[in-house]
């Protein structure tokens, strides 16, 4: 079945580069995307990877996708006050528009 | 443009209340979903829509209606509302339902049922 897992919680400081962490299970998965959740606010969507690729970078934000290990991992160089929020990892299996998401992790960044 | 917007923001319900969650998209698309998220759990799909008057079921279908009887709006019903129904409810709407058509999320109702 699909599952997919995240760590809850992720402190950082301010200007340090961030990792969040994601494993999925599921090997047919062909595109996988990480979401971010402001307090109050809905979804948004801040990058996916196709899965026949390795890494992804767009701006401060880094994708690195090891699909043997299923492992998906979101860094945020010089991480700020204003990225402080809910990060979700999601994955899309096969051809369908399903998407299963993982249990998010929060990430709060300190001063 | 508005995007994707939701009312109630929040509500309460007694068990065995019913009530309509709102959902209304000013982008002309043709997906809609509904999500639930629970507590420290990722977002589980409720239903979804590929265009007005075509519904599927989800992942956790089971207490909800939903209707789409025009592009904009989708609806969700709880008839009979149960403790298990306490979350919060995101709608999202995309283009196509292609990897890379972008799901975008309104705001989400917060529902309490006691």
């Known amino acids: 079945g699909e599952d997919v897992e995240q760590s809850l919680f992720l402190s950082v400081r301010e200007g340090d580069s961030s990792v969040i962490n994601c494993t999925y299970t599921d090997s047919s998965s062909t595109y996988l995307y990480w979401y971010k959740q402001e307090p109050g606010a809905g979804l948004q969507l801040l990058t996916y990877i196709f899965s026949n690729m390795d890494m992804k970078q767009d701006q401060r934000l880094t994708v690195l996708l090891n699909k043997k290990d299923k492992h998906l991992s979101l860094r945020i160089a010089d991480t700020q006050t204003g990225d402080s929020a809910i990060y979700f990892c999601a994955e899309r299996a096969g051809g369908g528009n399903k998407l299963t998401f993982g249990t998010g992790t929060q990430l709060k960044v300190e001063l | 443009n508005a995007g994707v917007t939701q009312t109630p923001k929040f509500r309460i319900l007694k068990i065995g209340q019913s009530m309509t969650l709102q959902c209304t998209q000013d982008?002309?698309?043709?997906?809609m979903y509904w999500y639930r998220q629970d507590p420290g759990m990722g977002l589980k799909l409720i239903y979804y829509?590929?265009?007005?008057?075509?519904?599927d079921k989800g992942e956790v279908p089971n207490g909800y209606n939903v209707s789409r009887s025009t592009t904009e709006d989708f609806p969700l019903r709880l008839e009979l509302a149960a403790p298990s129904q306490t979350s919060v409810y995101f709608c999202a709407s995309s283009h196509g339902g292609g990897p890379t058509d972008t799901q975008y999320f309104g705001p989400g109702t917060r529902l309490t049922v006691l």
């Open positions: 982008m002309n698309h043709n997906y």
């Open positions: 829509s590929v265009g007005a008057g075509i519904t």
